[in-house]
């Protein structure tokens, strides 16, 4: 098949299900990069769906997979295996107390569906809470707290899906007078809009430590804190979604660590399978019971999966063998001096945030403005896939462009500054 033949069939037969596809025909990934059916080399600066912390293709993981696929990969939904009593026994040992009980699924927006329904069902309650700029999945429950993109034409959401303002320190209106972020007023103004929309029926919170579809908006330090006071005044359960953020991406095992609060219920998914469909919820014992007593229901046809658990041990081997979250943060701090060089230096370049492994630059007309400059990102975005850097621009109503960089943990210092590289390369000819 032609490369023309190609996307003429793919046109023809595919659903599209958000945006334009990329431009390439991928044939192969290995490590930090991707290659296309032409031979060209593209370095990934999004680990595929901002999942592949190991890396493509790692040998660890093909290893585990073949021999999985072999012997043990796919079991009635009611039968257990060692390696999935061996993955909630590890995970638990990743996590403090009480975080001890594990079901283990296979995509994030499944680990937030089972979440929710968990807080609903041992609060008795049904309203959930999530940021304006929020993404927790595609499925029914999880889509209903997915505020960035995605709500209108499809009729109501789940009853009882309120909002929060995000705390984005660059564009909130909420100020000290010295023009600092005022995140600690902004939230407490945000749950009295809560309170006044709520029929006084609370199950839970639902929040990313880092919120990446919504523009890699870092929760400000002390905020967790302070949402989880709220939550406990409330009798709402806190749910982290630490999709992207979990298993060292942020330069700890998990972003929640940095803030020292301990959530009710935890999510994993992405970087917890390196790219393959693995995903898991933990929580407490308290709670665990609770559910069950209640006769709490999740009956998926690949929960319990031993392959599922047996690819998760191994990335979490992985990580622990190669101390990949000190890497995180060394590579972290790489990338952050040289985001933050490219602020200093382009007028257009209005901010950069994020920690570790996951920095995010936004794109402006200039900084005094702060408006949007979406033709730019698209040309830069166009630029670097030209250049062989696959880089992800979001962009949403009333912010700039905002480029999320999200490379491997494994990823080379040279290719780390090589994708920087090009990404400056892009804008220089975008601005002409």
């Given at each position: 098949?032609?490369?023309?033949?190609?996307?003429?069939?793919?046109?023809?037969?595919?659903v599209r299900y958000g945006g334009a596809f990329t431009p390439r025909v991928i044939a192969r990934a290995e490590g930090s990069w991707v290659h296309d059916e032409e031979g060209r080399a593209i370095l990934d600066f999004t680990s595929g769906q901002m999942s592949a912390v190991l890396g493509h293709s790692h040998p660890d993981v093909v290893r585990t997979v073949?021999?999985?696929?072999?012997?043990?990969?796919?079991?009635?939904?009611?039968?257990?295996?060692?390696?999935?009593?061996?993955?909630?026994?590890?995970?638990?040992?990743?996590?403090?107390?009480?975080?001890?009980?594990?079901?283990?699924?296979?995509?994030?927006?499944?680990?937030?569906?089972?979440?929710?329904?968990?807080?609903?069902?041992?609060?008795?309650?049904?309203?959930?809470?999530?940021?304006?700029?929020?993404?927790?999945?595609?499925?029914?429950?999880?889509?209903?707290?997915?505020?960035?993109?995605?709500?209108?034409?499809?009729?109501?959401?789940?009853?009882?899906?309120?909002?929060?303002?995000?705390?984005?320190?660059?564009?909130?209106?909420?100020?000290?007078?010295?023009?600092?972020?005022?995140?600690?007023?902004?939230?407490?103004?945000?749950?009295?809009?809560?309170?006044?929309?709520?029929?006084?029926?609370?199950?839970?919170?639902?929040?990313?430590?880092?919120?990446?579809?919504?523009?890699?908006?870092?929760?400000?330090?002390?905020?967790?804190?302070?949402?989880?006071?709220?939550?406990?005044?409330?009798?709402?359960?806190?749910?982290?979604?630490?999709?992207?953020?979990?298993?060292?991406?942020?330069?700890?095992?998990?972003?929640?660590?940095?803030?020292?609060?301990?959530?009710?219920?935890?999510?994993?998914?992405?970087?917890?399978?390196?790219?393959?469909?693995?995903?898991?919820?933990?929580?407490?014992?308290?709670?665990?019971?609770?559910?069950?007593?209640?006769?709490?229901?999740?009956?998926?046809?690949?929960?319990?999966?031993?392959?599922?658990?047996?690819?998760?041990?191994?990335?979490?081997?992985?990580?622990?063998?190669?101390?990949?979250?000190?890497?995180?943060?060394?590579?972290?701090?790489?990338?952050?001096?040289?985001?933050?060089?490219?602020?200093?230096?382009?007028?257009?370049?209005?901010?950069?945030?994020?920690?570790?492994?996951?920095?995010?630059?936004?794109?402006?007309?200039?900084?005094?403005?702060?408006?949007?400059?979406?033709?730019?990102?698209?040309?830069?975005?166009?630029?670097?896939?030209?250049?062989?850097?696959?880089?992800?621009?979001?962009?949403?109503?009333?912010?700039?462009?905002?480029?999320?960089?999200?490379?491997?943990?494994?990823?080379?210092?040279?290719?780390?500054?090589?994708?920087?590289?090009?990404?400056?390369?892009?804008?220089?000819?975008?601005?002409?």
């Amino acid at each position: 098949m032609t490369g023309d033949d190609f996307w003429t069939q793919a046109e023809r037969h595919l659903v599209r299900y958000g945006g334009a596809f990329t431009p390439r025909v991928i044939a192969r990934a290995e490590g930090s990069w991707v290659h296309d059916e032409e031979g060209r080399a593209i370095l990934d600066f999004t680990s595929g769906q901002m999942s592949a912390v190991l890396g493509h293709s790692h040998p660890d993981v093909v290893r585990t997979v073949s021999e999985s696929v072999a012997t043990l990969d796919h079991l009635f939904s009611g039968m257990l295996s060692r390696p999935v009593v061996d993955l909630g026994v590890r995970l638990a040992g990743t996590l403090p107390d009480p975080l001890e009980r594990m079901l283990l699924l296979t995509t994030g927006a499944e680990s937030n569906e089972a979440a929710i329904a968990m807080a609903k069902l041992v609060t008795g309650r049904h309203e959930v809470v999530a940021f304006d700029r929020s993404w927790h999945g595609m499925t029914t429950g999880a889509r209903a707290t997915t505020f960035s993109a995605g709500r209108k034409g499809y009729g109501p959401a789940m009853p009882g899906s309120l909002v929060l303002p995000t705390p984005n320190a660059y564009r909130s209106p909420f100020r000290h007078p010295d023009g600092s972020h005022d995140w600690e007023t902004e939230l407490d103004f945000g749950f009295g809009l809560v309170d006044q929309q709520s029929t006084g029926s609370p199950a839970a919170c639902i929040v990313e430590p880092i919120l990446s579809s919504g523009g890699i908006i870092e929760l400000p330090e002390g905020y967790l804190r302070r949402l989880k006071d709220h939550c406990e005044r409330r009798g709402t359960l806190l749910i982290l979604d630490e999709a992207q953020t979990g298993v060292g991406r942020t330069g700890t095992m998990y972003a929640f660590e940095r803030d020292g609060v301990v959530p009710d219920i935890l999510t994993l998914s992405k970087t917890l399978g390196a790219g393959l469909p693995v995903a898991a919820v933990m929580t407490s014992a308290a709670i665990e019971e609770a559910c069950h007593e209640r006769g709490f229901l999740f009956f998926t046809t690949h929960v319990s999966d031993p392959l599922a658990a047996s690819v998760a041990l191994t990335v979490l081997d992985v990580v622990e063998r190669d101390d990949l979250v000190t890497r995180a943060q060394v590579l972290g701090k790489e990338l952050g001096e040289r985001l933050a060089d490219l602020h200093e230096r382009y007028d257009v370049v209005g901010d950069v945030r994020g920690r570790g492994l996951l920095q995010g630059l936004e794109l402006v007309t200039d900084k005094a403005s702060r408006a949007p400059a979406d033709e730019l990102g698209r040309a830069v975005t166009a630029g670097c896939l030209e250049r062989g850097l696959h880089v992800n621009i979001v962009q949403l109503p009333g912010m700039g462009g905002i480029f999320r960089i999200a490379p491997p943990l494994t990823i080379s210092s040279d290719d780390l500054h090589l994708g920087v590289d090009r990404l400056e390369e892009s804008l220089v000819a975008a601005l002409g």
